[in-house]
């Protein structure tokens, strides 16, 4: 199943979304607001770098990937079973 957002579009959903909530800010203080917006993407983009996300379909085929070869080696255990050790 395909994610709805990937990390990107995330991102800038909620940058959008707090760009909406400073768009309350009055206008005699545009150059502030549009500098606070630009540092607030800037500051999320770094924390967002450093989190090491994966997407959701990166990590849907990861899972299928893991699944997939789960049952290969189920299917290897049941067909070739441990031996006893001749040692014993």
Excluded: G
Aim: proline share 3%.
């Amino acid at each position: 199943m395909a994610s709805l957002f990937t990390s990107t579009q995330f991102l800038n959903q909620l940058v959008n979304q707090a760009a909406e909530k400073i768009q309350a800010v009055p206008e005699h203080i545009r150059n502030t607001r549009e500098e606070f917006q630009q540092e607030l993407k800037t500051i999320l983009s770094s924390l967002f770098a450093h989190l090491d996300l994966v997407t959701r379909e990166e990590f849907d085929i990861q899972m299928k990937v893991l699944q997939e070869t789960r049952s290969r080696i189920e299917l290897l255990e049941k067909n070739y079973p441990p031996k006893a050790d001749k040692h014993a």
